[in-house]
């Protein structure tokens, strides 16, 4: 049919193209597909993340003879127990300390105010009208009052689209609380059928494999859960240690609102390289506003902890199992950034290791049979 590969080709790229274009009209099907995948995809999320979490546990309980299923519910009813022992526990000092937080804002504001006035208010205007990304306001205007007036029309303008914003947050606010419902609703039983039947997915999966590379592909497979898995437990594991202890350092220098510093510290970590800025962050800011010195042991706290957990946590825990260079993981941070925000950059590291030692393992198994 084709005399030549370049026909070949272009016939193949040109069946592409419409493809592609016909599908873009076809949007009002594939729609409710969309909405269906987006709608699971978070449950999901959260499922497999607390799959290869407590995976380790259930086989555990199970090894002491008893039926997986008894063990699955035992697992559940020993996390309901701690769940609610920690949210009766740590909830209320949390909600307390976000209080206290909230009712010393005004205070804040105040002190920034101070800060703010002990320039004169005519020196800090001249300052500002100097600066090259105000050039073109400030030749339009000759006086600070001109200057207050763009100011005041900017507020105007804001609060006139207050309405709007309100709706919109309003819509968001009940998209999350319908997405997180669903989450609570749906979590427990795809769950259960994971712990379940998880083990046999690797088994199951080979069978759409040809069957001489079926042992490879279920070797693929196992290799790949074990890497997710060593991920997923090593992380949360550095992450509490460095939760716990960042909120130990900062009860020991008097920091207000350590544990919800500590937590905030604690979740964020599980960014690499970044979180680790991004928890320290707010600490060290409330630290400015009562003092430099309170600032300087948040920052030295925040040292010493991730010191801890940089030469002794993580190697011990984690090791080298991921073997993912520094830059390499920066990139994909900035990449998966940019694409899907926070979400993106906790997903980044362990979807790269899992399609690494997927795309490892095939390029060996086609080297092999190419050699033989």
């Known amino acids: ?26 949007t009002f099907i594939f729609q409710p597909i969309f909405t269906f995948i987006s709608t699971l995809f978070f449950p999901f999320l959260v499922s497999t993340f607390l799959y290869f979490l407590l995976n380790p546990v259930v086989n555990t309980i199970q090894r002491a003879k008893i039926p997986r ?5 035992i697992l559940y009813v020993l996390f309901a127990g701690i769940v609610a022992l920690i949210i009766g526990w740590l909830g209320p000092v949390v909600v307390r300390q ?32 100097k600066q090259d990304y105000l050039e073109k306001i400030s030749d339009s205007m000759n006086s600070e009052q001109d200057f207050l007036n763009k100011i005041n029309d900017i507020l105007g303008s804001t ?23 669903i989450t609570i609703i749906t979590v427990p039983f795809i769950l259960f059928y994971m712990f379940k039947d998880g083990r046999k997915f690797p088994e199951a999966a080979s069978r ?16 790949t859960a074990t890497t997710l898995g060593t991920y997923i437990q090593g992380q949360t594991i550095v ?12 009860l020991i220098i008097g920091q207000p609102y350590a544990l919800l510093l500590g937590i905030i510290a604690g979740v964020t970590n599980i960014i690499p390289y970044v979180g680790p800025f991004i928890g320290a962050a707010p600490a060290v800011i409330v630290a ?40 390499t993981i920066i990139i994909l941070l900035l990449v998966a ?6 979400l993106g950059m906790i997903l980044a590291v362990p979807v790269y290791a899992v399609v690494k030692t997927v795309v490892v393992n095939l390029y060996r198994l086609w080297k092999l049979r190419t050699e033989t």
């Open 288 to 327: 400015l506003l009562i003092s430099p010195a309170k600032a300087l042991f948040v920052i030295l706290v925040v040292v010493i902890v991730q010191q801890l957990d940089g030469n002794i946590m993580s190697p011990l825990i984690i090791g080298k199992k991921l073997d993912l260079h520094p830059l």
């Open 1 to 26: 049919m084709f005399k030549t590969k370049l026909q070949m080709w272009t016939f193949e790229i040109l069946m592409i193209v419409v493809i592609l274009f016909v599908c873009t009209k076809l």
């Open 98 to 129: 976000i209080d206290q937080f909230i009712n010393h804002v005004p205070d804040y504001m105040v002190i920034i105010k101070d800060l703010a006035d002990k320039t004169s208010h005519t020196e800090w205007f001249k300052w500002i009208m």
């Open 69 to 73: 299923t008894v063990a699955i519910l």
């Open 337 to 342: 950034g940019n694409l899907a925000g926070i």
């Open 208 to 223: 759409f494999v040809p069957s001489h590379y079926r042992q490879e592909g279920i070797n693929i497979l196992k290799e």
């Open 239 to 250: 992450c509490l240690f460095v939760g716990t202890f960042t909120f130990i350092g900062y």
């Open 159 to 181: 609060a006139s689209s207050l309405t709007k914003n309100i709706t919109t947050g309003l819509q968001t606010a009940f998209s999350v609380l319908t997405s997180i419902t």
